[in-house]
């Protein structure tokens, strides 16, 4: 069920390899990732971290941030959350297709929200990247969300840098956040859309940053936000 539309694959001079799926925007999805910069602030810093940064994909869709961050460093290790089956299987796909990195990508069929339980998922199949728990489409999936708490609560140590692209869905992620968790997580990079709840706004999701004392900057794109706490903007 929309699937997979006319697959092309991508071949970049790098080396890498991406399956898209064609008359769809996954297209949009990797000329944003790659060649726009959207998230340019963010990868020039996890391309200076040493050891193993830990990167956590919230809204991973077909691959492309993850891809993007484990060719930016060398020994990050990258784990990846996207519920949609559509997206998760090219996801895999795409993993699998450059094995250079795959070992370092770990991907996870769940949602990750406040609470645990299951929704359903509607999948947008002209714009999957646009899928979610709020899109306005006929198609849907049951898929299970995990406690955002539980997720980082069991990765050891640091997180570098927490990646939240997540169609809406942010608002309740960041409100629901235990205050110890943030302590653990040196830099966010998020895409914030307006709150399809109609309860809150972009301004205050991004006061949350600010009582949490991180250092706003902005991507080169307007909805996307590069966070750092303020420990690691002054390092």
């Keep these: 069920r929309g699937r997979f539309v006319r697959p092309e694959l991508l071949r970049f001079r790098d080396g890498l390899r991406l399956v898209c799926r064609g008359g769809t925007r996954d297209w949009d999805v990797v000329q944003e990732v790659f060649f726009v910069g959207a998230y340019a602030k963010s990868i020039q810093y996890l391309s200076g971290l040493q050891g193993e940064p830990v990167v956590v994909d919230l809204g991973a869709n077909i691959g492309t941030f993850s891809q993007l961050a484990a060719k930016t460093n060398p020994r990050a290790r990258i784990r990846a959350y996207e519920p949609g089956p559509p997206n998760f299987d090219l996801f895999e796909i795409n993993r699998r ?109 991004l006061e949350i940053f600010r009582r949490q004392g991180y250092y706003l900057d902005r991507e080169k794109t307007g909805c996307y936000f590069f966070l750092r706490d303020k420990d690691s903007v002054m390092s």
């Design 97 to 205: 297709l450059n094995p250079p990195s795959a070992a370092r990508i770990s991907g996870f069929r769940d949602a990750v929200g406040g609470a645990a339980r299951e929704v359903d998922w509607f999948f947008d199949a002209a714009n999957p990247g646009g899928s979610g728990i709020f899109a306005n489409s006929p198609e849907s999936f049951p898929v299970n969300i995990r406690a955002i708490d539980d997720v980082l609560g069991e990765i050891p140590g640091q997180v570098a840098l927490l990646k939240i692209d997540m169609e809406g869905s942010e608002y309740e992620l960041l409100e629901s956040m235990s205050p110890a968790l943030w302590q653990r997580i040196a830099a966010v990079v998020i895409e914030i859309h307006d709150d399809p709840r109609g309860l809150s706004s972009p301004e205050a999701l």
